[in-house]
């Protein structure tokens, strides 16, 4: 079972930058890639951004030209670099895998707060 740990949330101003941390167990950064997702209480949990094995990117239109999503196979761990960010960026941010139906657990998740 994959174990994915996620850090590097904080607190940030409107317009600025924070960068993301998950560290993966296993193989699955190799083997598939990742995505990051967030999730606001009361909603549901939404895709942020996802890198493919291939290194290809994709973001949700909220995020794109903001956010950029990294990977460092040797290091299995994928980054989430947030700039100029938004009070609606506010969330909780988990990594794990691109496609849902692989998903068998999250991690605990870290807290993204945007607040002047």
């Known amino acids: 079972q994959v174990q994915l740990v996620e850090s590097g949330g904080g607190s940030v101003q409107p317009g600025g930058s924070l960068r993301l941390t998950c560290l993966v167990s296993?193989?699955?950064?190799?083997?598939?890639?990742a995505a990051w997702y967030r999730q606001t209480p009361g909603k549901e949990r939404e895709w942020v951004a996802t890198?493919?094995?291939?290194?290809?990117?994709y973001y949700a239109d909220a995020v794109k030209g903001r956010f950029a999503i990294s990977r460092d196979n040797a290091k299995n761990t994928v980054y989430l670099q947030m700039n100029s960010v938004k009070f609606e960026d506010t969330a909780i941010y988990y990594c794990?895998?691109?496609?849902?139906?692989?998903?068998?657990?999250w991690g605990q998740g870290t807290q993204v707060t945007v607040s002047s």
């Open positions: 794990n895998d691109y496609l849902l139906s692989r998903i068998t657990s």
């Open positions: 296993g193989d699955m950064l190799s083997v598939y890639g």
């Open positions: 890198i493919r094995k291939n290194a290809n990117t």
